[in-house]
């Protein structure tokens, strides 16, 4: 079911999930519009990646929006007085409560420009990597969010007047991390150019114990394949 | 009806229409905490007038944030490229069809960023001056759109999965430019300091032909009161 010559705004972060959101939508046939974001996010070597990943898979155009999201704080990645928390010596790993990595609003200020911009390239599709399996409890990343924002985008601009539907892709939200990563490999989504670590080093080393890490880690040991993400030490 | 130590996020561009809004929000009782952004606009006067609006009513904070969508494009407001239009060369004075000074999803992006502040402010009320009536026929200025929008900020953040309620305040939505100039005179807003201009200059002088000055216009006419604004030459 490939489409061709049909714009499509992917917002890719330089993550594991958004390289195979990226590979899903080039599968589809989609010109891929890839959109990052330069907010202040401590891990900024995940810009890199972003950029690395949008060139492998051969992205139309990678365009870098730059919103510093520190002047509002309220999160560990974007607030050095708040430390990223060690998911590895919680009883299962994870935080049962929306840990302190959530951002406020990041979802919708990220989706928000991505319709600007689909709006912009008359493009009708988004995609985003979203996924409410094996994730962080973020409430930005649950299918009724993203329903709720759909909804709202098909109000929000000249083009839906005019008669256009944008559409929010996510195809990843209802799978287990195992499946996804099954997925990316599948389409030769190659994940050593991905950094998924929320206090990766510069360089865009891991730090082996975030809930990103925790997540990953388990993902590639559930499929049984060995994960290229270099480590701190 | 007044509260009292209740925040609320006030978005103030600097225009008449947010200035009679935060003067609304004040007389509620509410600690306005006041959003202005520095987005490429061509009337960048409008920042200075945003920030004098803001401490003449004795707003509590001032924020600006940088987000610069000329990275997007699309509007005369953020492209030089485009001419703002003479409205009043046009039969009735404005354009029919929402105007090139559409700016793509530009409430969208706005109101996402001071949801995200809101929830760490610990606020709940978002105030924003938009208007059906006497306006430029942009999508979100419309009350099912401000809906559709409260509807996704309720879904969208840890604050609301936690009970907090959201609401988007739009006190001038269905109010003619000379109801909203009344109830602003009767607040006291001081609309001389106020920049309403698409193009003005950098000292805040207005063309005096926009949308934006045409309605001002008409709005100050009706009232039967003069208008305080200076214009070019």
Redesign the interface.
Known sequence: MAVSNEKAVVLVSGGLDSATVLAVAMERGFDCYCLAFDYGQRHRSELDASLRVSEAQGATEH?V?????R????SALTDEAIAVPDSTSSPDGLEND?PVT????????FL??A???A??LGASDIFIGVNAVDYSG???C?P??IT??E???N????A??EGRHFSIHTPLISLAKEAIITRGLELGVDYGLTVSCYQASPAGLACGHCDSCVIRKRGFAAVGVSDPTAYQQ
């Open positions: 365009k929006v730059e919103l510093d999201l002047a509002i704080g309220g929306i959530y951002v406020p609003a990041r979802n919708t200020v928000s420009i319709l600007g911009w709006e912009v973020y409430p930005d649950r009724e969010y709720a924002f909804t709202m985008a109000l929000a601009t000249r839906s007047v």
